[in-house]
C-alpha cells in the first residue's frame, strides 16, 4: 500500500498547530503553538484574543512543521481540519489556512471533529480494537461514545451541563489556582485525603453525567468555612473533588462495559492527563478485563497530531469536503 501523509490543522480554542501523521498511526512532525500564557492573566481563554494570534500564528506553524518533516505541500495526500466546534473566530483561522493550502496544491479537504481527534489520540499509540467505548474528558466536553469500526460513532451519553474540565478548571479557580486549574488541581489532590463530603451527581441508570450541581458544592462549602472563619485545607479539598468527580465518571463506564460488552476502552481529551482518572480507569478496566489505552500527555491536551491521525481515517472512510465547508462552534460527533 501507497503511504499516505495526512497534513492536519487544529486552531478550535488557544493552541494554532500543524502536524503530519504518516498512514494515521506515525507522527512526522508536529507543532504547537498554545497561548496558555497570554490567556492566564485573565482567567480564561478570551475568543477575540485568541483569534488574533491565530492570525499571527498559523503560517509560521505550517512552514515549521513542514520544515521539521522534510517534506512539501508536493508529498501531502490531504488536508485534515478541525472544522468545529470550538471558538468561531479560532476555528475559521485554521479552516481558511487549510482551505487555501487545498486550493493552492489541489489537495483533498477532509473535515475533523474535534473530538474525533481526541479519540485518535489514541491510535498514536495503540491499534483501536472494536467494540470500543471512548471517554471523552474535556473542557468542553464529557461524553461516553461508542465505535463499532473505524469512525462509526454513536454517542451513548454526555454530561447535562457543564463539561468536566470546565469544573476543574472553576473549582481551582475557587481555591485560588491559576488558569488552567485542571492539573495543579490534580496535584494537589495528590498530596491531600479525602476528608470533604461531596455528592456523587446524577446515580442513575443513563450514560450521563452532570457536574454543575458538584462545582456548586464545593464553592458553597468554600464559602461556609470562610464564613465561620475556618481554613480549608486545599490538599483534602483537591482530593475530595477529584475523587468524587471521578466516581462519577467510573460508574457510567462500567455501566457501560458491561452492557454494551466493549473489547477496548480509551480516554481522550485534554483531562484524559488527570492522573486519578488514569489509575481509577486502570484498575476498573483490568477488573473487567478489558483492554484500555491512554494517548501520552503531549497529545491529550489540543493538537493536530490526533487530527492528522482522525484525518486518515476519515479519508479512508471516503470522507471530504469542498471549499464550501464553514466552521462550527457546536456539532455532534458523526
Ligand atoms: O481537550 P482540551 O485541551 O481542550 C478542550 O477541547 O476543551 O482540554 C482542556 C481541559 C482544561 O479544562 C484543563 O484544565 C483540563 O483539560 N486538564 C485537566 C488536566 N490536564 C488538563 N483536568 C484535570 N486534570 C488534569 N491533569
Ligand atoms: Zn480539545
New binding site residues.
Given amino acids: 500500500m501507497k503511504d499516505i501523509y495526512i497534513l492536519g490543522i487544529e486552531s478550535s480554542?488557544d493552541e494554532t498547530s500543524a502536524s503530519i501523521v504518516k498512514n494515521g498511526t506515525i507522527e512526522i512532525s508536529t507543532v504547537v503553538s498554545s497561548q496558555i500564557d497570554i490567556h492566564k492573566t485573565y482567567g480564561g481563554v478570551v475568543p477575540e484574543i485568541a483569534s488574533r494570534h491565530h492570525v499571527k500564528n498559523i503560517t509560521i506553524v505550517l512552514e515549521e512543521c513542514l520544515e521539521k518533516a522534510h517534506l512539501t505541500m508536493n508529498d501531502i495526500d490531504a488536508i485534515a481540519i478541525t472544522y468545529g466546534p470550538g471558538l468561531i473566530g479560532s476555528l475559521l483561522i485554521g479552516l481558511e489556512a487549510a482551505k487555501t493550502l487545498a486550493f493552492i496544491y489541489q489537495k483533498p479537504l477532509i473535515p475533523v471533529h474535534?473530538i474525533a481527534g481526541?479519540i485518535y489520540a489514541n491510535s498514536l499509540v495503540k491499534e483501536l480494537e472494536f467494540p470500543l467505548l471512548a471517554v471523552v474528558v474535556?473542557?468542553?466536553h464529557t461524553e461516553l461514545v461508542e465505535m463499532q469500526d473505524h469512525y462509526k460513532f454513536k454517542k451513548l451519553g454526555g454530561t447535562l451541563d457543564d463539561a468536566i474540565?470546565?469544573c476543574?478548571?472553576k473549582v481551582a479557580r475557587v481555591i485560588g489556582l491559576e488558569y488552567?486549574?485542571?492539573?495543579k488541581?490534580?496535584n494537589l489532590a495528590e498530596k491531600g485525603t479525602i476528608t470533604y463530603k461531596l455528592p456523587i451527581p446524577l446515580k442513575d441508570d443513563s450514560y450521563n453525567f452532570s457536574f454543575s450541581g458538584l462545582k456548586s458544592a464545593v464553592i458553597n462549602l468554600v464559602h461556609n468555612e470562610e464564613q465561620r472563619g475556618h481554613t480549608i485545607n486545599k490538599e483534602d479539598l483537591a482530593a475530595s473533588f477529584q475523587n468524587t468527580a471521578i466516581q462519577a465518571i467510573t460508574s457510567k463506564v462500567k455501566k457501560a462495559i458491561v452492557d454494551r460488552n466493549i473489547k477496548h476502552v480509551i480516554l481522550a481529551?485534554?483531562?484524559a492527563?488527570?492522573?486519578g482518572l488514569r489509575k481509577a480507569m486502570e484498575d476498573l478496566t483490568s477488573s473487567l478485563n478489558v483492554d484500555f489505552s491512554v494517548p501520552p500527555f503531549k497529545y491529550c491536551?489540543?493538537n493536530a497530531t490526533m487530527i492528522a491521525s482522525a484525518g486518515f481515517y476519515a479519508y479512508k472512510d471516503g470522507r471530504r469536503a469542498d471549499l464550501r465547508l464553514n466552521s462550527k462552534s457546536q456539532d455532534e460527533l458523526k
Wanted: net charge negative; charged share 20%; glycine share 30%.
Fill in positions: 480554542c474535534h481526541h474535556s473542557g468542553g474540565g470546565e476543574y478548571d488552567p486549574g485542571g492539573p488541581l490534580d481529551g485534554g483531562v492527563a488527570n492522573k491536551t489540543d
